[in-house]
């Protein structure tokens, strides 16, 4: 019995009860969570009111595991506890738990309306060896909500599509694909899988084609038991013992499609030779009918992998890693996607807000060969007329010194004074740097003397604590001490995975095999904050291949990878970045264009069209930059035309939306708020948007919908320019060109390749600066605000210095606009906060947006109001023609 019930049970007088059940509930210091015995080898951590640890032991020994990706300590929670013969129960405010005597399940209830959340099905430890240790493979499944519960989460992958109930996905890291281990659920919950071993989610287990050594071809029939979606996995079924990962296998042929009885064709996947094919694939054929037999035509050519199906009869969610001592989960209630990504980051920590010039426009290329180089790159851009914030080092800038971070003086003859006069261009600098080295570098030297190298390789093991400080060390010297603000961190998977079955400081390769970008981009954070916390350590920011769960609190952002030019790696980079956010890290990117790009790039209309469409897409993610390999990634190298055109309808609609984009990104940190959202995390309640893997709100305003297809069944416009969009029920949309409107449901849309596809909700509040060359041009004024009504709406302005802590202190200004539908009235508050360097007065130009008003990128010429704001509060009427001040 607990002792709020034996409490209860005693005091008759219920004021009293509910007084000394508030006042006398388990709970304490900050600290550790407490720990509920779930019988000899479970135990339930209550974390909050809405997250609970749930550990399972395969021994009676006492849990000794110390977390890399969940917080250690937490506030005080109320909770009670009731024991009876069948179950053990725990209550939160928000969650009821009960624990199954008889079997060691645990079932997960909302507690006010008594829902079932989620339950445990079962569990297991599998008895295996890990470089001659006693350990277990581990497996946790669970019954989830609702059959239709659309599942979300587990890092960026190139499936080419979202929702994974049922969907067998194998978590690995590789060039094109990051592990974050959390889920959620569109119907209440979210699971952080606390293990950092090769992992599967919902392990494939039923063989169409079995597994074969090398590539083939072929077709077999199919039944399907069930009605509705069936996901086709191609790749190993489950680790053999010392086993590494088959990836960076070059650019292999994948295809699996069925035929139904009408002879209708369904492709599944068609990889079709794309670079850098991970480690599995799953593609999955909607609606497939039971009973039907359907021919599947498969061929690929990678080794080792089978044709694996699994369809709705699975019916569970199921989690195993290779290598685990425990069975650690965090459950996590939350209504919503946004309360699910809150949970998440209260688990593993905040996402930063960067300097405003990260999000502004990065070009990079593979690579500037000098720094001569370099400076005329940066010069084009300003001479040009060209936005542009920031410019990248790729690698080779150590030449015959051999690899590793140290510059080449004979092609880079002054690091120093490259890096000043970028300054004075209002340019920020990112370099390259890998966490391997030559053989013959004193760094290599330095590492392996120590025995901080994993193995017999070059990489190094960031696992170290003093070796994470030597390698910041490394870039200190090279690099933060001249003023390169940030490091691109290659590789960080790491490339071939030399981890594996290996000893490192922290435990085996194995056990620990996923988590290696966590801790190495922590080794950058920590010096940063440490040594330089007015420069680039106030706000911390490195690009990487690679992530883990909780790698957003290093302000480390994923890029996709060496990815390939086609229009279908661009369809499969739309998903990877939504899934990838609804994981829980808000920061991504990719290298627009493809890295690998076409011999004929620079004058193949054809491309350029593809490289139009795929900066429009850019524009509306969270890091915008080009890249490519053995490319001229300059705008300007492919020709006027499409020089123009990307500027005009992608990088100045960037800068255009900069206040929005920075105001966004700051609850990010404050909120825990996400800027580019799956659907379902708006519109969770909605079933049609569930499995729309290719459209996509950013900010609360934006629905974006990038063509990613030359063409689409029975198109009426041009290639390029139309495709199908779905406009989520609920509301109304408005075409940001046009400003004509949009109703919900299905709709064929049609964008002119020099418009961004994009649509703005109806009720929505959208803040344009004017056009700039760099995001620290100031002042940034005039600020014109859209108003799309039909709902209302409301939108928080935030500005700060864009570089310190200071807002941390509160050294930032706020301004809140609310927009009234049924009064017609825009009302702007006082403005909250100040910070050195504000402007004491702004221009707004107020626009109430109608067709062929206040649309598309440029500036509006005829605002309906023109507001000279003091800070003062002030209400603009849209009826009246008049601006009142508030009382």
């Known amino acids: 019995e607990g002792l709020c019930e034996f409490i209860s049970r005693c005091h008759p007088m219920a004021g009293i009860r509910r007084l000394l059940a508030c006042v006398l509930a388990y709970v304490g210091t900050a600290g550790p969570a407490t720990v509920v015995p779930l019988g000899p080898k479970s135990e339930l951590h209550v974390c909050s009111d809405s997250i609970l640890r749930i550990v399972h032991r395969p021994t009676l020994e006492p849990l000794s595991k110390v977390s890399l990706i969940a917080r250690a300590d937490w506030d005080p929670v109320a909770f009670t506890t009731k024991n009876t013969s069948a179950t053990i129960s725990v209550t939160t405010a928000q969650i009821?738990?009960?624990?199954?005597?008889?079997?060691?399940?645990?079932?997960?209830?909302?507690?006010?309306?008594?829902?079932?959340?989620l339950t445990e099905a079962s569990h297991s430890f599998t008895p295996v060896q890990d470089i001659g240790r006693d350990t277990f493979q581990v497996e946790q499944s669970w019954l989830g909500g609702a059959d239709d519960e659309g599942l979300y989460g587990g890092g960026e992958y190139q499936n080419g599509f979202l929702n994974f109930k049922n969907a067998p996905i194998e978590m690995v890291q590789s060039n094109t694909q990051a592990v974050v281990p959390y889920f959620w659920s569109t119907s209440g919950y979210g699971v952080l899988w606390d293990n950092y071993a090769w992992t599967y989610l919902n392990p494939p287990h039923t063989a169409l084609v079995p597994q074969v050594p090398t590539g083939t071809s072929g077709s077999a029939t199919f039944t399907p038991v069930a009605d509705g979606d069936h996901f086709f996995y191609i790749g190993k079924s489950a680790p053999k013992?010392?086993?590494?990962?088959?990836?960076?296998?070059?650019?292999?042929?994948?295809v699996v499609s069925l035929v139904d009885p009408n002879v209708h064709t369904i492709v599944v996947q068609d990889w079709a030779f794309a670079a850098n094919y991970p480690t599995s694939l799953t593609g999955v054929a909607r609606g497939l009918r039971k009973g039907t037999a359907y021919r599947?035509?498969?061929?690929?050519?990678?080794?080792?992998?089978?044709?694996?199906?699994?369809?709705?009869?699975?019916?569970?969610?199921?989690?195993?890693?290779?290598?685990?001592?425990?069975?650690?989960?965090?459950?996590?209630a939350a209504k919503t996607g946004h309360e699910a990504i809150v949970g998440y980051?209260?688990?593993?920590?905040?996402?930063?807000?960067?300097?405003?010039?990260?999000?502004?426009?990065?070009?990079?290329?593979?690579h500037y060969d000098s720094q001569a180089e370099l400076l005329a790159a940066a010069h084009g851009f300003r001479s040009r007329g060209l936005p542009l914030d920031a410019i990248v080092q790729d690698w080779f800038y150590w030449g015959p010194l051999g690899w590793g971070p140290h510059w080449d003086l004979t092609r880079y003859p002054d690091p120093a004074g490259m890096v000043k006069e970028l300054k004075s261009l209002d340019m920020h600098f990112m370099i390259s740097v890998w966490s391997k080295f030559d053989e013959k570098t004193n760094f290599y030297q330095e590492m392996s003397s120590k025995g901080w190298l994993l193995g017999g390789s070059n990489v190094y093991d960031a696992w170290n604590p003093s070796a994470r400080e030597l390698f910041y060390n490394f870039s200190k010297a090279a690099h933060f001490s001249i003023g390169v603000d940030a490091l691109w961190l290659d590789a960080t998977e790491p490339e071939d995975l030399p981890n594996m079955n290996t000893h490192t400081f922290a435990g085996t390769g194995n056990y620990l095999m996923n988590s290696y970008s966590l801790m190495t981009t922590q080794a950058i954070a920590d010096g940063l904050r440490?040594?330089?916390?007015?420069?680039?350590?106030?706000?911390?920011?490195?690009?990487?291949?690679?992530?883990?769960a909780g790698q957003q609190r290093t302000g480390a952002a994923l890029w996709s990878g060496d990815t390939s030019a086609?229009?279908?790696?661009?369809?499969?980079?739309?998903?990877?970045?939504?899934?990838?956010?609804?994981?829980?890290?808000?920061?991504?990117?990719?290298?627009?264009?493809?890295f690998f790009r076409p011999k004929d790039q620079y004058d193949s209309l054809a491309y350029h069209d593809l490289l139009i469409r795929w900066f429009q897409f850019g524009a509306f993610t969270p890091i915008f930059r080009v890249h490519g390999a053995g490319t001229n990634t300059e705008l300007w190298n492919f020709g006027e035309s499409t020089m123009q055109t990307i500027n005009a309808s992608a990088v100045s609609l960037r800068y255009r939306l900069l206040p929005y984009?920075?105001?966004?990104?700051?609850?990010?940190?404050?909120?825990?708020?996400?800027?580019?959202?799956?659907?379902?995390?708006?519109?969770?309640?909605?079933?049609?948007?569930?499995?729309?893997?290719?459209?996509?709100?950013?900010?609360?305003?934006?629905?974006?919908?990038?063509?990613?297809?030359?063409?689409?069944?029975?198109?009426?416009?041009?290639?390029?320019?139309?495709?199908?969009?779905?406009?989520?029920?609920?509301?109304?949309?408005?075409?940001?060109?046009?400003?004509?409107?949009?109703?919900?449901?299905?709709?064929q849309v049609t964008f002119e390749l020099t418009e961004a596809p994009a649509f703005v909700r109806a009720g929505s509040i959208v803040a344009l600066g004017p056009l700039l060359q760099h995001s620290g041009e100031w002042p940034a004024d005039p600020l014109e605000v859209r108003v799309y009504g039909g709902a209302d709406a409301e939108f928080a302005l935030f500005e700060d210095d864009g570089l310190s802590r200071g807002y941390q202190g509160g050294a930032r200004t706020i301004v809140h606009f609310a927009w009234l539908e049924a009064r017609r009235e825009l009302n702007i508050g006082a403005r909250m906060g100040s910070f050195e360097g504000m402007l004491s007065g702004r221009t707004f130009h107020i626009v109430f947006v109608s067709a062929g008003h206040g649309v598309g990128v440029l500036p509006c010429l005829t605002p309906d109001k023109v507001l000279h704001y003091d800070g003062s509060a002030v209400t603009v009427s849209a009826l009246a023609n008049t601006v009142e001040l508030s009382i």
């Open 661 to 747: 984009i920075y105001s966004g990104f700051a609850r990010v940190e404050i909120e825990g708020y996400t800027m580019q959202r799956g659907l379902p995390m708006d519109f969770g309640a909605d079933p049609a948007v569930r499995n729309i893997a290719d459209q996509f709100m950013f900010g609360d305003a934006f629905m974006v919908t990038p063509i990613h297809s030359p063409t689409v069944p029975n198109a009426t416009a041009p290639p390029h320019s139309q495709r199908e969009a779905y406009f989520p029920k609920g509301t109304s949309w408005v075409n940001f060109h046009t400003g004509k409107s949009q109703l919900a449901g299905h709709a």
């Open 345 to 366: 980051r209260t688990l593993t920590g905040a996402a930063p807000l960067y300097g405003k010039w990260v999000y502004g426009f990065w070009q990079c290329k593979e």
């Open 241 to 254: 013992a010392g086993e590494t990962p088959g990836w960076n296998q070059p650019g292999p042929n994948l």
């Open 296 to 332: 599947v035509n498969y061929a690929w050519s990678m080794s080792d992998a089978g044709l694996f199906v699994q369809g709705p009869e699975y019916g569970r969610t199921t989690l195993r890693s290779a290598v685990g001592d425990v069975i650690d989960y965090y459950f996590v």
């Open 96 to 117: 009821e738990v009960a624990f199954s005597v008889a079997d060691g399940s645990i079932t997960f209830r909302d507690r006010f309306t008594g829902t079932v959340l």
């Open 530 to 548: 440490r040594d330089y916390p007015d420069a680039q350590g106030a706000r911390v920011f490195s690009l990487t291949r690679s992530a883990f």
């Open 566 to 594: 086609t229009w279908d790696v661009l369809r499969r980079q739309v998903a990877a970045s939504i899934n990838y956010q609804m994981s829980g890290i808000p920061y991504w990117s990719e290298d627009i264009g493809g």
